[in-house]
């Protein structure tokens, strides 16, 4: 009989056990198709964003043997996005009737696609032209009427000077400036992306509105997206062919609350800068995981912008796993009391091979809880040491009973 009350204190220590290792306090599970090798690639779905926390620390890879649980260790992958300075001589500072050129030497092997110009000239409107060359013979045109501009006076301090096009390879770059006064060139920067393949998504607003404020002399664009999705990026759609510069400041929308006046709304910036007729209004900042958002253009005594539309790009998140053999795995998040993951691969990166199959995910499920206040009954620590104690009374009676007997 004793036997029998140990097997029985066994099973349930393994069945308590065995049911906190498999899902713990999280809220969300789904199933991980199409494992055949050891390393895979899993991108994370929109869906996902609104449920885990910002840092996506709660995310875990179990895999699911019986009772037996193991941890699948994952990293997330990181942008590899840097620019690179590229050396360069000045070798020609020359001018004509038209205006004035600057040739750079670089390495012919080197390519490049920004060139950020310094002129000491404070207010100035150019249409410059950039060209090409292997032999200082035959050039090719690589920019052509490219404006820079530079406006400085008591209301406005604003430049733009930088040269970007698509990534070009020669050994000789002309600049042409066409101006009649010396525009005091003073230095430049001549500098190539690098950067490793990523995947993006593209997110337009399920709906938005324009607002002009006659009163601020503003214009508010709200932007509502149909889920919270991660975005780096926001591009705003400017109608008018016009040349403008303005002020403009990028919002998301943190927190939404109900007072006895009714929701109250709380907005933080993600960025401040110039919406110009010159670049291509697409402003980057920090990824953030947002569903609506609001753009604030400072008019000033302008005539407001016709803007039919924004829209926001956003990185895909990918896990990069290392999974043990083919069996039953599970992508588990949603739970606010875990810390970030610590595993070894991290420091290993360079095993982790280049070309990853990507694996699939199955539908959503919600792991069932307790009502709140109130823990499961095997996740309770209490309810675990009752059922011990409990057990252990048992065994004692009987133990008494048996020496009774005797």
């Known amino acids: 009989m004793r036997n029998r009350i140990l097997v029985i204190i066994c099973l349930l220590l393994v069945t308590i056990g065995g049911a906190k290792a498999q899902f713990g306090d999280y809220s969300y599970k789904r199933s991980i198709n199409g494992i055949t090798d050891q390393w895979h690639s899993l991108d994370l779905p929109d869906n996902i964003y609104e449920k885990v926390s910002p840092k996506l620390v709660d995310i875990r890879i179990i895999e699911v043997n019986g009772v037996d649980t193991l941890e699948v260790p ?161 591009a705003v759609e400017v109608a008018d062919s016009l040349d403008y510069y303005r002020s403009v400041t990028i919002q998301f929308l943190k927190d939404s609350f109900n007072t006895e006046k009714g929701w109250q709304h709380k907005y933080q910036t993600l960025y401040r800068g110039t919406l110009s007729s010159l670049e291509n209004n697409a402003f980057h900042f920090p990824p953030t995981v947002a569903d609506q958002l609001k753009i604030i253009i400072d008019n000033n005594d302008n005539r407001p912008l016709t803007l039919p539309g924004v829209k926001a790009v956003g990185k895909v998140s990918v896990l990069i796993a290392r999974f043990a053999s083919p069996g039953n795995y599970y992508l588990l998040y949603g739970n606010k009391n875990v810390r970030k993951p610590d595993y070894d691969i991290k420091n290993f990166k360079s095993s982790i091979p280049g070309d990853l199959k990507s694996v699939e995910l199955g539908a959503e499920q919600i792991i069932s809880q307790s009502q709140p206040g109130t823990q499961p009954l095997f996740e309770s620590q209490w309810w675990f040491w009752l059922v011990i104690v409990a057990v252990m009374l048992v065994l004692v009676l009987f133990s008494l009973r048996m020496v009774k007997g005797k």
Not at 76 to 86: F, L, P
Not at 124 to 130: E, G, H, Q, T
Not at 173 to 179: N, W
Not at 197 to 210: A, C, G, I, L
């Open 74 to 234: 994952y990293i997330v992958k990181k942008a590899n996005r840097r620019r690179e300075e590229v050396n360069f001589d000045v070798i020609n500072q020359t001018t004509s009737v038209d205006g004035f050129y600057y040739t750079f030497k670089v390495d012919p092997n080197a390519s490049i696609d920004k060139i950020s110009i310094d002129l000491g000239q404070e207010n100035f409107d150019f249409k410059v032209a950039l060209e090409g060359s292997q032999d200082q013979k035959e050039w090719f045109t690589i920019l052509e009427d490219y404006r820079i501009v530079s406006i400085k006076n008591s209301l406005t301090d604003y430049q733009f000077t930088t040269l970007k096009f698509l990534k070009s390879q020669f050994g000789y770059y002309r600049l042409f400036i066409p101006a009649k006064e010396n525009p005091d060139f003073r230095s430049a920067g001549l500098s190539r992306t690098l950067v490793q393949q990523e995947k993006y998504r593209d997110y337009v607003p399920v709906n938005m509105s324009v607002t002009n404020d006659r009163k601020t002399k503003e214009t508010v664009i709200t932007a509502n997206f149909e889920l919270p999705v991660p975005m780096s990026t926001i």
